[in-house]
């Protein structure tokens, strides 16, 4: 008699569902980074040749087969060298705790060239903050000329909607920023398939094109990349300030490395982006050798008739996502910067629970809408826009270039030699493309130049007004030992009141001016005083065993303590939270935090007389100060139970 019983499958071990789950996770991050990674670099092959040949270029580049063979062999290896080694190969390797950009960079640099000076610190600091911004005129220069370029594909399907392109990019870019506030994670998943059928179809179109022309394939050989720049050098020289086109985006793929990771994006980008973007200049290449008169729009007019309504949604969809990678990496810059010194504290958003990296900072959306805004209705289209756009981002590459050969010397004792002829090798081709962008400075490379400035100035005037500030309020708090034996002694006359107050300081060595305005106005403090500082070391996150440090200061039994908080500059701090992970041991006794008050204090800064700084700097400093993040909100305080009190200070 056969058996009844029905055999069940075996059931998979613990270890091969914990592997199930942490390759779905990674596939997730991939997709997700396809998603806001590589938006930007992935729909250049939409404007990069057709800029290349565009014959109203101040310095064009003839169409013949030799020129087409050279320009798409430039392209291929300039992807190739800046890129794949530069960037995905090279810096990023150079993170800081899985954080990555300019801004890290600079970081890494402060941190290991204490040995070397503080002169060359400050020197290549201060290239990195020129470059940071520089990387903000790319974040508001790429929004502009990547949707004006996709919403022109209508004029190749129908030219009456010529004067439409115009309003409509303004409209998909105002809904853009508008759901920013969502977060990173939400738009990647949302993002990620459409670029996967963006690469895709690029990719099939580009094949198609190469099997109708295969001596393209010719191209993908250094020596006509490199025939081309030698032995036409003046025409190639020019070429170079529109084959950059091809490489934007690069930085933003650094900048959003602590979204992703640098595995998910290394892997986005050699496995589906790097193939499909080749495929479609080789496609393109092959169709213009076919018909020059294709260099009007050659990268819609390799997709088949049929096909071109479908493509131009597509492209306009993968375009909203190029603005979205550089929108997240000024994000980031943004970020780092502030919890560097370099800007005022912005109110940031984290929009992840589970990915610390992923935030939001309104300020910055509004700012870079307002400015993506002005650059379509001032520039009207793609073509007039190109001639800006390489400056921002040949000169954020060479930086980026400098600084991590200058990080890979002092950090990880990088041979000189092997130093040397890696850095040459880049940084010419770097520089190259810096000085063949630098032909276009009256045609629109003035712009990103000018924004880079403008946010130059901004950083570094803060950053000394904020050492200035800092000084004379040292100045007027005075010791904190002479204010606490002044309490104790009686010199100060106090009534002691029941309950906690905490005071947040700028450290343990001056008295809170809060409180010392307490006492002297209001002649009391509380049974429990906890000064708090909040210190931000220069790493993306602290562990928890980290975060406090707790010192008596030689008054604990008298109730005062002082309390130092740490935190990464990808961190956003929540005191009340902090508070509660006090042992109680340390403090005299457990904190009564559920009713204790907050006291902050709030500076107002006036311009005074002191050759300090420039006058005009002096009010860039204080008009830049208005835009500081709400301090009770900032460090997560209770409204209802945090007061504010004032002072001047003369900068």
Request: aromatic share 10%; hydrophobic share 50%; net charge neutral.
């Amino acid at each position: 008699m056969a058996d009844s019983r029905q055999e069940s499958a075996p059931t998979p071990p613990p270890e091969a569902h914990r592997q199930l789950a942490h390759d779905s996770v990674r596939l997730a991050v991939v997709i997700g980074a396809l998603g806001v990674v590589f938006g930007d670099i992935g729909t250049s092959p939409i404007y990069t040749l057709q800029t290349v040949f565009n014959p109203s270029d101040p310095h064009p580049v003839p169409v013949s087969t030799q020129n087409v063979y050279g320009v798409v062999s430039l392209v291929f290896w300039s992807v190739m060298v800046i890129v794949t080694v530069t960037y995905v190969l090279l810096a990023m390797r150079a993170d800081n705790d899985g954080e990555g950009g300019i801004m890290a960079l600079i970081t890494l640099v402060r941190r290991w060239s204490s040995q070397r000076g503080r002169r060359t610190a400050a020197v290549l600091a201060a290239l990195g903050i020129f470059g940071a911004s520089l990387f903000f005129g790319d974040s508001m220069i790429t929004p502009a000329i990547s949707v004006l370029s996709a919403v022109e594909g209508l004029k190749v399907v129908e030219p009456s909607l010529d004067d439409a392109i115009v309003p409509i990019t303004a409209v998909i870019i105002v809904v853009l920023f508008l759901v920013q506030r969502r977060g990173t994670a939400a738009v990647g998943r949302v993002f990620g398939p459409v670029m996967i059928a963006w690469f895709t179809a690029i990719g099939a179109c580009g094949a198609v094109g190469i099997a109708d022309h295969p001596d393209i394939l010719k191209a993908l050989s250094p020596t006509y990349a490199l025939g081309f720049l030698f032995g036409h050098f003046g025409t190639a020289f020019f070429a170079l300030a529109a084959v950059v086109l091809a490489v934007t985006g690069a930085e933003a793929l650094y900048a959003d490395m602590g979204h992703f990771g640098r595995r998910s994006i290394t892997r986005g980008w050699l496995f589906l982006v790097f193939p499909a973007c080749i495929l479609s200049y080789l496609g393109q290449g092959a169709l213009i050798l076919d018909d020059p008169a294709n260099i009007s729009s050659p990268f819609f007019l390799l997709v088949p008739d049929w096909g071109r309504w479908p493509m131009i949604l597509l492209a306009t969809a993968a375009t909203v996502i190029a603005s979205q990678a550089v929108i997240t990496g000024a994000y980031s810059v943004a970020s780092q910067a502030a919890q560097l010194g370099y800007l005022p504290r912005l109110r940031i958003a984290h929009t992840s629970e589970s990915t610390v990296g992923q935030i939001y900072v309104p300020w910055i959306n509004w700012l870079l809408m307002v400015s993506v805004l002005t650059l379509v209705f001032a520039f009207r289209s793609s073509a007039a826009l190109a001639f800006a756009f390489g400056m921002a981002v040949t000169g954020t590459i060479t930086i980026t270039t400098l600084l991590f050969f200058y990080v890979a010397r002092a950090k990880w004792g990088t041979p000189k030699w092997l130093i040397g002829i890696g850095a040459t090798v880049l940084l010419f081709v770097d520089l190259l493309f810096v000085a063949a962008n630098m032909t276009k400075l009256v045609h629109g490379a003035w712009l990103p130049l000018l924004i880079g400035l403008t946010a130059f100035t901004v950083m570094t005037t803060w950053q000394r007004g904020r050492q200035l500030v800092t000084a004379e309020r040292a100045r007027e708090e005075g010791p904190l030992p002479e204010f606490i034996n002044g309490l104790r002694s009686g010199e100060l006359p106090v009534q002691r009141v029941p309950g906690t107050a905490v005071f947040l300081n700028r450290g343990k060595e001056t008295a809170p001016l809060a409180m010392r305005a307490n006492v002297e106005h209001n002649h009391v403090r509380h049974e429990q005083v906890v000064i708090l500082s909040i210190e931000t070391e220069p790493v993306p996150r602290v562990p928890a065993d980290r975060r406090l440090a707790v010192d008596g200061l030689g008054y604990a039994d008298d109730g005062i303590v002082h309390v130092t908080a740490t935190y990464g500059y990808m961190e956003t701090p929540d005191v009340p939270a902090t508070l509660a992970m006090l042992d109680p041991a340390e403090t005299e006794g457990p904190l009564q935090l559920d009713q204790a008050s907050y006291f902050l204090s709030k500076i107002e800064l006036r311009r005074g007389q002191a050759p300090t700084m420039a006058p005009w700097r002096k009010r860039l400093f204080i008009a830049t100060s208005y835009i500081t993040a709400d301090a009770a909100e900032y460090f997560g305080l209770p409204r209802n139970r945090t007061v504010i009190m004032g002072s001047h200070i003369e900068v």
